[in-house]
């Protein structure tokens, strides 16, 4: 009866299409499933292989006798033919440092814990939301759409009411970063941890290392420290603080063989990791050969160490001479000089933490001009502003010194807003790199000595939200966009990251965007003693964080694994940023002008460089020793002719000649009296 009013209902516009997918089980029912995918093996006992894409590491597929299941998942699963050969995933050797790979979870058994169903929520891509459920199993997304059919055993979590979204992807942060004589106190445990308390599933950190040091060397340190420490996936930029013909060909291997798609030059921090600006044209074209993004700290570092110098002459000392002595202009400067020298190179541009509005507008009106370009405003800029510099309490202003510094033109964070929702700013980091009370106290003396950093690993979800969407300047998908899709797209690791998809890593939060939380040091995960949105109130929280297909941040409670997450390589040559650059060389190639052989004179230069021996007489225009010719006949009273020139190359004038009077007595003004009766 139930097969006979399904005959009887109504058919819809979908029904035209092949929304329906061959069912496991020709015994039973046949269910409807969504237009949005169904995967047939979704009840194999196996994760999805992805052997053809080039951004997931293969895995091994070993023939091994089919272990035994409960006989309840067993009524689950399709019939399979006599013939098939059991799949089992095995897990990957641990990864070397030489080999770019992403270390599988280990997922020997597809037992429940790896298999997840959200059901009820709606889900927001970059480009559209709408209702859905989402199937998980072994860290991959399998089904979305409605009335899902799945194996048995999965946990379900309820999202009614909620968002479903791509975890956030931090495109800049500095965990546990050597810099100014002491290291960020939040490593790759603590930094990571406290990113998926936030929201962030994915960060991508920077190996920085100091000039002379092999880049290859620095990545190896990175990877060290952060593969035994990470809680989340992440990536990884190279900074080039020196240039030789050995960094460019190590920035070659990075590329080929390490998973590094990006590269940062510098132009501040004179003498330790500046560039000048021919090493930064060169190193703008090897990354244009490379198919590498590049990206630039845009300050003026001579000018900066000039003006911090009469700073401290005029005793000034504290937190507030930091910003004095890097003004707005400095950093729009350096801005357009890397705009303007990574243009001359064909190389795409990333401009890392835009913090000023002018910097902005320079971004901004170089994309309005066709130019590739990538702006990247900052948690900090979004959220606060530079009047802290001038607070009375020295650790306060000193906890929010970072460089580029904060603006104290306080219409700064809604002015990079307004840019960022509409697309003249495109994505979003932290510029995470924390220090204590303690280490900032290096610089008491001397505002030169503070360590430049602050927090935001942990906040920028929750801060993008209030600022962005709950102030009515973006929309959920714009949100999605800037937090995580174009990260996702410029690094070329879409739609493995960034969506909300079939196929996709299971990176989600599900997030409440009418629940409420007040940011504060004494209650976030981080390590540092400081938060620079002390008291904010935000909208938008997150109630779970699934990184990889395991719950981490279950109603609030937090639950991290040290060492869980992967190394995600980053290929070159992305479509968002390459994908115009091949057509655009071509139009723009200079072009000879073919033109018929010069036959004329040389002019002879003697070896001193001598050229008197050129006689001026020789102008073919008119003779420097010519005397003033008339061009028109006199009139018939011999008077000149008024509409003669009396224009001369020798600067003669037609009554040189005549006497001059030292004035002339005149009854009448030209023009007539200006007094008297008419």
């Known amino acids: 009866m139930a097969d006979k009013k399904k005959d009887k209902k109504e058919k819809s516009p979908e029904d035209d299409y092949d929304f329906f997918a061959p069912h496991p089980h020709p015994t039973k029912v046949r269910v409807k499933q969504s237009f949005f995918d169904h995967v047939p093996d979704a009840y194999d006992g196996k994760s999805i292989a992805f052997n053809e894409s080039p951004k997931r590491s293969p895995k091994k597929v070993a023939e091994e006798p089919k272990p035994e299941t409960p006989k309840e998942e067993d009524e689950e699963k399709p019939a399979e033919s006599p013939d098939k050969t059991p799949v089992q995933e095995t897990v990957a050797p641990p990864i070397k440092m030489d080999v770019v790979t992403a270390d599988p979870w280990n997922t020997k058994d597809s037992s429940a814990q790896s298999r997840l169903l959200i059901k009820g929520g709606k889900i927001v891509n970059d480009d559209q939301s709408f209702d859905a459920d989402i199937y998980i199993e072994d860290g991959i997304i399998k089904q979305v759409g409605t009335n899902l059919v799945i194996p048995g055993g999965a946990r379900t979590i309820e999202a009614k009411g909620k968002l479903v979204m791509p975890g956030g992807i931090d495109t800049h942060t500095h965990m546990q970063l050597p810099f100014m004589g002491t290291y960020a106190v939040d490593d790759f445990y603590s930094g990571t941890k406290a990113a998926l308390a936030g929201g962030t599933t994915m960060i991508i950190d920077f190996v920085l290392d100091q000039k002379g040091v092999s880049l290859l060397e620095a990545y190896d340190k990175w990877r060290g420290w952060a593969d035994g420490k990470v809680c989340c996936d992440y990536g990884l930029h190279v900074g080039v603080t020196w240039w030789s013909e050995q960094v460019a060909k190590e920035m070659e291997t990075l590329c080929a063989d390490k998973g590094i798609n990006s590269f940062k030059m510098f132009l501040a921090y004179k003498d330790v990791f500046m560039l000048n600006d021919a090493e930064l044209y060169e190193a703008f074209v090897r990354c244009k050969e490379l198919g590498a993004l590049g990206m630039v700290h845009a300050e003026n570092g001579h000018l900066i160490a000039e003006k911090s110098k009469e700073m401290v002459k005029m005793g000034i000392t504290g937190p507030e001479g930091h910003e004095m002595c890097r003004p707005e202009e400095v950093e729009a400067e350096a801005t357009q000089r890397a705009i303007t020298i990574a243009n001359q190179a064909s190389c795409p541009l990333y401009v890392v933490h835009v913090m000023s509005k002018s910097s902005a507008d320079v971004v901004s009106k170089a994309r309005r001009e066709g130019k590739v370009v990538f702006g990247e405003p900052i948690a900090a800029s979004l959220g606060t502003d530079g009047t802290h510099y001038w607070n009375k309490c020295w650790r306060h202003a000193a906890g929010h010194v970072m460089g580029p510094p904060l603006r104290p033109d306080s219409s700064t964070p809604g002015y990079l807003m307004d840019l960022l929702a509409n697309n003249d700013l495109q994505v979003t980091g932290t510029d995470n790199c924390t220090f204590n009370a303690d280490q900032k106290a290096l610089g008491k003396d001397d505002f030169r000595s503070i360590p430049n950093g602050v927090n935001g690993v942990e906040d920028r979800m929750s801060v993008i939200w209030e600022k962005g969407v709950h102030s009515g300047k973006m929309d959920p998908c714009r949100f999605v966009a800037v937090t995580s899709t174009n990260a996702a797209k410029i690094f070329n690791i879409y739609p493995q990251k960034g969506r909300i998809a079939v196929g996709s890593d299971a990176d989600i939060v599900i997030w409440d965007p009418k629940d409420t939380r007040a940011i504060s040091a004494k209650t976030h995960h981080q390590a540092v003693d400081f938060n620079i949105f002390e008291g904010m109130v935000c909208h938008g929280v997150p109630v779970y964080v699934i990184t990889n297909g395991h719950v981490v941040l279950d109603e609030g409670q937090l639950k991290v694994t040290q060492g869980m997450g992967r190394f995600i390589p980053t290929p070159c040559n992305a479509e968002m940023v390459y994908g115009r650059v091949a057509k655009r060389d071509l139009a723009r190639l200079p072009q000879k002008v073919d033109r018929d052989a010069y036959t004329g004179s040389v002019v002879k230069i003697t070896s001193n460089g001598d ?51 030292a004035q002339i007595r005149t009854s009448n003004p030209p023009g007539g009296k200006s007094s008297g009766l008419w």
């Open 611 to 661: 050229t008197s021996a050129v006689k001026r007489d020789e102008n073919p225009i008119v003779a420097d020793t010519a005397s003033f010719q008339h061009s028109r006949p006199p009139t018939r009273g011999g008077g000149r002719n008024l509409q003669d020139s009396s224009f001369a190359l020798s600067g003669e004038q037609i009554d040189d000649k005549a006497p001059r009077r």
